[in-house]
């Protein structure tokens, strides 16, 4: 009978089930957890395809989490890839980058707790802050900004549009893109729509893991985006509402972004 790889006694699917439940996970900590579990597993291709399936299942508009399954899947070594991809991620410098080409002194309109764009944030003390929380999750960096003396204000999901034509930059932050568009927070379609209409430029934020090729976005878009759009939590901004991206490497124009694309194809992920 083969043995069943444990962590701490807890098999590693168990694992991933109650880590992919909490949604106030950080992507890097995600990530890192995520590759320790999964890793249990690389010695059995066919269990590691089912925990990184059911990983998928609980968060499917990570990009992240399938650009580290899908290296894990496709490489010859799935431990080395684990690693390589986690320290890719806490490596990122996209923050850094968008810290250093903010604007002093200007208004910015985020959609809920954008995790690398309120890290860069929380460095601009200097620029004012208008967070739109439109499911209950940008108390945290409203909260975090006031106590680091941010001037920051709390826009309704009603406000959206008159806070996009208010502020001096759109910041969306997306966790998967493609050229099919980009899946950002709830409410950051009505705020690109309103700020391309009003000559407000709007940037999108895009850290490492986040360029998927078209046969890995694609099925990610059909799990996370249902026939009833209003009622997710995430939703499809198409690419041509955006002037610049963000990533680890600076602004890029929106052509030049598609271009980083680094996850494998790995179509047993979505089967």
């Not at 549009?161 to 997306?174: Q, Y």
């Not at 249902?226 to 939590?233: I, R, Y």
């Not at 198409?238 to 494998?264: H, K």
Request: net charge negative; with cysteine; glycine share 8%.
């Amino acid at each position: 009978m083969r043995r069943v790889t444990t962590i701490d006694g807890v098999h590693p699917i168990e694992r991933l089930r109650y880590m992919a439940r909490a949604g106030d996970v950080g992507t890097a900590s995600l990530v890192r957890e995520a590759a320790i579990a999964l890793s249990a597993t690389a010695g059995d291709p066919m269990e590691l395809v089912m925990a990184c399936r059911q990983l998928i299942e609980r968060r499917p508009s990570s990009g992240p989490l399938v650009w580290l399954s899908a290296r894990m899947i496709t490489g010859s070594d799935a431990r080395e890839e684990a690693w390589d991809a986690a320290e890719a991620i806490e490596r990122d410098t996209t923050a850094r980058e968008l810290v250093h080409i903010l604007t002093a002194d200007s208004t910015v309109l985020v959609i809920g707790s954008p995790e690398i764009t309120g890290a860069a944030l929380f460095s601009r003390a200097d620029v004012d802050v208008l967070v739109a929380d439109t499911i209950g999750e940008g108390y945290g960096l409203i909260h975090q900004l006031e106590i680091n003396d941010h001037a920051v204000a709390d826009v309704p999901s009603g406000g959206i549009g008159a806070a996009a034509a208010h502020a001096d930059l759109v910041l969306l932050e997306t966790d998967a893109l493609s050229d099919g568009g980009a899946l950002c927070r709830s409410g950051s379609l009505a705020a690109a729509a309103v700020a391309r209409k009003m000559d407000v430029p709007v940037w999108l934020v895009a850290g490492v893991g986040r360029c998927l090729p078209a046969r890995m976005w694609d099925p990610m878009v059909d799990r996370s985006v249902s026939d009833q759009p209003w009622d997710d939590e995430v939703e499809l901004v198409p690419l041509d509402m955006v002037d610049t991206v963000i990533g680890p490497a600076g602004p890029q124009p929106v052509a030049e972004a598609r271009l980083r694309v680094d996850c494998p194809i790995a179509p047993e992920l979505f089967r």
